[in-house]
């Protein structure tokens, strides 16, 4: 047993719980997973012995607990300096903060018509003028990341780092609902998608069965 735990909510759906995970799986970090499945009878009492409003991620080291998501992420960049959990050079680390900062706390009209799905792909999708704005936001991020401080690698800012994890579940987003990209940010969204760890998690998803009606879109889908 790990001195870690990470307790997550469904694979298919909680993008928030994507996060921290997609971290420690892509290091090959060695930790233990709780995955409790959201908007159901047990989900209460099964997230009573955590500190976290009953809510996912936490991540449990021995008797410390950390919850929300960017937390966890800083928290396991200090815990793991040698995983370079931020960009090294300083300006860039600067701006990776920024872009995940930025992840955390907008995007509401993106997240709102396009949840996370991993099991479903939405053909013909027609995103809303305020989610389609998000979309651009995104991709405008992810082609300003790639073209200032990602010559050392394909990721963001060259190496894997935070800043990855922040947008994982938003390459998720863009391969469900089909989103087409510009060149740069789609090549960005291709080396995420088929990365070792986010295929794993996209394989536990889809082996899920749960249906959970708050987070499924109105839209037309098939599945994958």
């Known amino acids: 047993m790990s001195d870690l735990q990470l307790v997550i ?4 759906y909680s993008s928030w719980s994507l996060r921290p995970w997609f971290f420690l799986a892509y290091h090959g970090v060695d930790f233990d997973v709780k995955r409790v499945s959201l908007f159901t009878e047990t989900m209460e009492k099964e997230l009573e012995p955590y500190f976290s409003d009953g809510k996912v991620p936490v991540l449990r080291d021995r008797e410390l607990e950390i919850w929300d998501t960017l937390a966890i992420l800083e ?6 300096p040698e995983l370079q959990g931020w960009p090294e050079d300083v300006r860039a680390r600067a701006v990776a903060r920024s872009v995940s900062a930025e992840m955390h706390s ?5 997240r709102s ?8 792909r939405f053909v013909g ?8 704005r998000d979309i651009q936001r ?5 082609r300003y990341c790639r073209e200032q401080f990602g010559r050392n690698g394909p990721w963001l800012f060259g190496r894997f ?6 947008f994982a579940p938003v390459v998720m987003r863009f391969v469900g609902y089909e989103i087409e990209l510009d060149k740069t940010a789609g090549r960005y969204m291709d080396t995420l998608y088929n990365s070792h760890a986010a295929r794993t998690w996209v394989a536990l998803g889809q082996a899920e069965t749960e249906v959970i009606k708050e987070d499924e879109a109105p839209w037309p889908s098939e599945a994958i």
């Open 9 to 12: 909510g469904n694979c298919n």
């Open 75 to 80: 928290y396991l960049a200090e815990c793991f």
């Open 106 to 110: 907008s995007f509401p009209d993106l």
């Open 113 to 120: 018509e396009m949840p996370m799905n991993c099991r479903r």
């Open 125 to 132: 999708f027609k995103p809303s003028p305020a989610a389609e």
């Open 138 to 142: 995104v991709a405008a991020i992810w």
């Open 161 to 166: 780092s935070v800043a990855d994890c922040m």
